[in-house]
């Protein structure tokens, strides 16, 4: 059984550990929510293990993946993506009401373990969408968010750099911060070394210190059906490339990818943060999956539904006529979540626990004997008690030269990249 956290450390960890946002938000609240920071600091102490980040598409699946980390002693992010969660969500869960929920969970279940809240691919798809984002940014941490994914992976390299370091400001330093070089789009426009160096050594010469990169290494939001999945030795090469500046990946698409290969990129590569969204949320509604939550289907390529599990056959039928009408397929399910949470929230008591206990139980396989995350909740009490604060600080200091990264020389640098972004479209889940 996982060791559990010592009484005396969890009240120096919740005395120091919240970051100011969540002390105004939650002033009486024992939920130990703390920067994202942390859950990095404590997988890259224990070594070879990653934190799973969920996406909490739900309600349900919030509720699972906190019993289950909790059963397993292991810290956790509970996630939202700008898509899923931001002004046009197709959730009920969003980037302002995530941490509340999660609050209110952690107290109502005891829950002791270290819990961080991120805005996953705050996407930047265009130098537009910048101004409107220096307005919104400081919203999300107003409302509870403690980690932040910039995304301008969309855009050309020198965009994407410059974009982060506009951004940078609007971020709290003692937060978690993910940045992104390549969209996740499959085989297509795989990221490189020289793609990865340049964002990271840009952001370093300007005094900004991400804790995780993500790469397009080949695999997809969604429903996996390539086989292509995540590029281990590719990964390996980027993350050993960006050493001298200690930073962490983060693995997007882990759906689509088996135990084995997620098992590989835990011991083989740098990775400390893993997303997985759409396996939870197809769990929490009662479908078959195999056994890394990729969604099975019918000869006729439609989902199927686990009898008395997940939610009611009625209800499944119910939401199957709303796909159907509305042309959803696939991973467009996903715009099932916000029409039918409060629906989902009216069914008996008995339907609702058999819907978080199935997310509890897949989550729990996953930190245990997959991720390697267990016990890593004393980890990162251990490091917020040893900074006596709700800031680690950064795991580097500044390498590079400010003066050889101006924007005249990052267009500059940029335009010498040899870069693929890959087929054209819109790669956000």
Known sequence: MPNSINSSDLKKALAVGRPPNIVKLFPNSKALIVSGKFIDRALSAKGQAIAMAANGRNSFVIRGALKAA???NSVIIIEIARSEGGANAYCAVNFWNIARQVDAICNELEITIP???????YGIKNLDDIEPARIEIP?????????????????????NLLASIALNPYIPQWAGLETEVGEI????????????????????????????????????????????GIQVPLTGEIHDALAPYQLSGAQHGTSGNNSDRLRQIASETRTTKANVATALQMISWGLEVNDYGNAILDDNGNFIKVVDEGVTEEMWAEMSAYAENAGLKGGNYKKLNLPFENKLLG??????DRMVNRVEAFIYNMLVNVFNGQ???????DAIIKSDSYDSGPKVNRIENPDEWTEEKIINQASLIDSDKGEEGDFDD
């Open 70 to 72: 909790q059963k397993a």
């Open 115 to 121: 819990v961080a809240i991120h805005a996953d691919h």
């Open 139 to 159: 919203t999300l941490f107003e409302a509870g968010v403690t980690s932040i994914a910039v995304d301008a992976s969309h855009l050309p390299d020198d965009q």
């Open 185 to 228: 789009k499959g085989k297509t426009g795989l990221s490189t070394v020289e793609e990865a160096l340049f964002l990271i050594q840009g952001l370093n010469a300007h005094n900004i210190f991400p804790d995780w990169i993500a790469l397009n290494n080949g695999t997809t939001h969604g429903i996996e059906a390539s086989g292509q």
């Open 347 to 352: 069914q008996p008591q008995a339907v609702r």
């Open 375 to 381: 016990d890593t909740a004393s980890l990162a009490i």
